[in-house]
């Protein structure tokens, strides 16, 4: 797949340009060559190399959006402007942590809020969710290097379509929780056969997108706990600490960086 992409790359260049473009993709494809490029000493991680030549080398690259893609958490943002925050701030960061099963904190903050369709559609048009430094030039180089972009959140799916269409990601490509309304719009629940509403939701949610669209090398970028499980079937977790930085993701991470800027120059090195 790799060798194909570089004939095709090359394919239209002038002999002198194939030969140089020849001598950085052969000196920099491969784990120890990206890293050695990159490296700045400061790296962190358990796989730093083999998680910069899975970026390398991904058709897909998987996405948490809280405090990742945004720069902060939705759920907390909306119990905020319901005047519920303490109480479920505490509850996310353990969800993240990991102390508190993904599911139960899901159940106890929504039970909390009970947020209707309304009072969502008012707080995203009032205060819109703000994207993180760097990640819309990253997926923009992704898209432009034929790599498919998904969003994976145990965040709501009402709350991150508007994100997605700034991104121009299809939401075809979000798998996030879906709050039920009644007929008028009030809560009564959410649907518990997503894969992101519970512990260990997110492998499973990577498994079915990597099964039906034949993937071959899947990455998952996150700052939580829940994104950390997501390898296997990811290639390799890249734990992200520009918004928060968690140190039971850091230690589980193959590499932990704090800003994408890393990220966007390995994604541009690949050939077209």
Same mark, same amino acid.
């Given at each position: 797949?790799?060798? =194909? ?6 394919? =239209? ?59 902060e958490e939705g759920i907390d943002a909306l119990a905020e402007y319901l005047g ?9 960061? +353990? ?7 993904? +599911? ?7 039970? /909390?809020?009970?947020? =209707?369709?309304? +009072? ?6 009032? +205060? ?12 923009? =180089? ?17 709350? /991150? ?25 009030e809560y009564k629940g959410f649907d518990k056969d997503e894969p992101t509403s ?47 930085e968690r140190e039971a993701v850091k230690e589980k991470a193959d590499w932990f ?16």
């Open positions: 797949m790799f060798v =194909s992409r570089i004939g095709r790359a090359l394919s =239209s260049q002038p002999v002198s340009l194939i030969c140089r473009q020849c001598v950085c993709m052969m000196s920099t494809a491969s784990p120890d060559g990206l890293y050695k490029l990159l490296d700045t000493g400061d790296n962190v991680g358990n796989s730093i190399p083999e998680a910069m030549f899975s970026l390398y080398n991904a058709d897909a690259v998987c996405f948490d959006v809280d405090s990742t893609v945004i720069n519920k925050g303490e109480e479920v701030a505490e509850l996310t960061k +353990q969800a993240m942590d990991g102390d508190t099963k993904f +599911q139960d904190a899901l159940q106890m903050r929504l039970d /909390i809020m009970k947020p =209707s369709k309304s +009072q969502i559609e008012t707080l995203l048009d009032e +205060q819109p969710l703000v994207l993180t430094d760097g990640v819309a030039n990253l997926v923009k =180089s992704l898209h432009e290097k034929n790599v498919d972009v998904w969003l994976v959140s145990g965040g709501f799916r009402i709350m /991150i379509e508007p994100v997605a269409e700034i991104l121009n990601i299809p939401t075809s490509h979000i798998v996030a929780n879906q709050i039920l309304f009644d007929d008028n719009g519970r512990d260990m939701g997110k492998p499973k949610a990577l498994e079915q997108i990597k099964a039906k669209n034949c993937y071959e090398t899947m990455v998952m970028v996150g700052d939580g706990a829940t994104d950390a499980q997501a390898k296997p079937p990811a290639a390799a977790f890249i734990g992200f600490g520009g918004v928060v960086v704090l800003s994408f800027d890393d990220m966007t120059k390995i994604v541009r090195m690949r050939p077209n």
